[in-house]
């Protein structure tokens, strides 16, 4: 049995995120994770659209709002601001959702094709233990603790965090943030091979 491509997209931002019951932090990438998504389904299949539904959409990088607007000209993109409820199954076996618009006060049911849930970023299921075994201490959120002045810096000496391990952020964000744990590390490594030349000398 073949199944046709899914036309009708809904992406669902904030699940589990920005939600006291659950992760009260906004996990920061999902919203551009989203539209980007959907900007690819509709370029792989044209007659594609989505709607993403969110409390707002955070687009706080270089270029990225104008990157969302594109999104929305271009790539058959409607941005809802509004609160999903519920989804429930339509009577040809499509995702319905049922939303808050809060825009226009009114609660509205609409059915897709598909239904694409943005997750929360939660931190590693094993990096309590590993906290434990290695000693650096971790967040409120269970995310490794740094300070902003030390945003690389465990609470260990010697023992340096990068990505997602230290606060949920993007692709170039965790890259850029890998080179300072680096930096650091080498920085480490050589004034330990300049002690090593002066006790020589």
Known sequence: ETFAPARKLAFIQCVGSRDFRFYPFCSGYCCMHSIKEAIIANEHEPETTSTIFG???RAVGKGFEEYKI???NNSGIT???GRVAEITEGPNHNPVV??????ERKVKA???????LATACAPSKGIVDLSRIVGFELDDYQFVKTSSLSPV???TPG???CGC???PMDVPESVAQASSAAERAAEIAFQEDLEKEKAVA
């Open 110 to 116: 609409e059915e897709f094709e598909m239904v694409i």
């Open 70 to 72: 594109r999104g929305g």
């Open 98 to 103: 049922i939303y808050e618009d809060t825009k």
């Open 79 to 81: 941005y809802v601001r």
């Open 159 to 161: 023992i340096f965090v």
């Open 153 to 155: 810096d465990t609470t």
């Open 55 to 57: 409390m707002d959409i």
């Open 165 to 167: 391990a230290e606060s």
